[in-house]
């Protein structure tokens, strides 16, 4: 049995969103990581028993402007539009988390996708047919 964090209660009036593009100060544009963990947590930040998304603990993103954690700002890729990357947080890394991380699918192998038309299982169904996964 693993150990769990104790639930710290969200402090209202609280800024929502957890999803997020930006640019930086230097200019730099970035897709916003959404899962924090503690700044000492060197591992997967899934595993941290103190992790915890925009709108928990810090205001969201739906914020015109948001401090982020160094690490959670990613250069985001030429060939990806703002819009794009600002829904890849949530949905796509679960997404791809599920797939490639713990559904132990090899290829060849049939996938079932409840609730086909939400936001991470349309990710999932993209991704494996991208790669031919599922």
Same mark, same amino acid.
């Given at each position: 049995?693993?150990?769990?964090?104790?639930?710290?209660?969200?402090?209202?009036?609280?800024?929502?969103?957890?999803?997020?593009?930006?640019?930086?100060?230097?200019?730099?544009?970035?897709?916003?990581?959404?899962?924090?963990? +503690?700044?000492?947590? %060197? @591992?997967?930040?899934?595993?941290?028993?103190?992790?915890?998304?925009?709108?928990?603990? /810090?205001? #969201? =993103?739906?914020?015109?402007?948001? +401090?982020?954690?160094? %690490? @959670?700002?990613?250069?985001?890729?030429?060939?990806?539009?703002?819009?794009?990357?600002? /829904?890849? #947080? =949530?949905?796509?890394?679960?997404?791809?988390?599920?797939?490639?991380?713990?559904?132990?699918?090899?290829?060849?192998?049939?996938?079932?996708?409840?609730?086909?038309? #939400?936001?991470?299982?349309?990710?999932?169904?993209?991704?494996?047919?991208?790669?031919?996964?599922?």
């Amino acid at each position: 049995m693993g150990v769990t964090a104790q639930a710290k209660p969200i402090v209202f009036p609280m800024i929502l969103g957890n999803n997020g593009a930006g640019t930086l100060d230097d200019g730099t544009e970035v897709i916003i990581y959404p899962l924090m963990g +503690a700044p000492d947590w %060197r @591992n997967d930040e899934t595993l941290d028993p103190d992790w915890n998304i925009f709108s928990q603990r /810090v205001p #969201g =993103t739906f914020a015109d402007y948001v +401090a982020v954690p160094c %690490r @959670n700002a990613i250069p985001r890729p030429s060939g990806i539009s703002a819009l794009e990357a600002s /829904v890849m #947080g =949530t949905a796509w890394l679960t997404a791809y988390r599920m797939l490639f991380t713990k559904s132990g699918l090899k290829p060849g192998q049939t996938m079932l996708v409840q609730g086909g038309s #939400g936001g991470v299982a349309t990710a999932l169904i993209q991704c494996a047919v991208r790669t031919h996964a599922g």
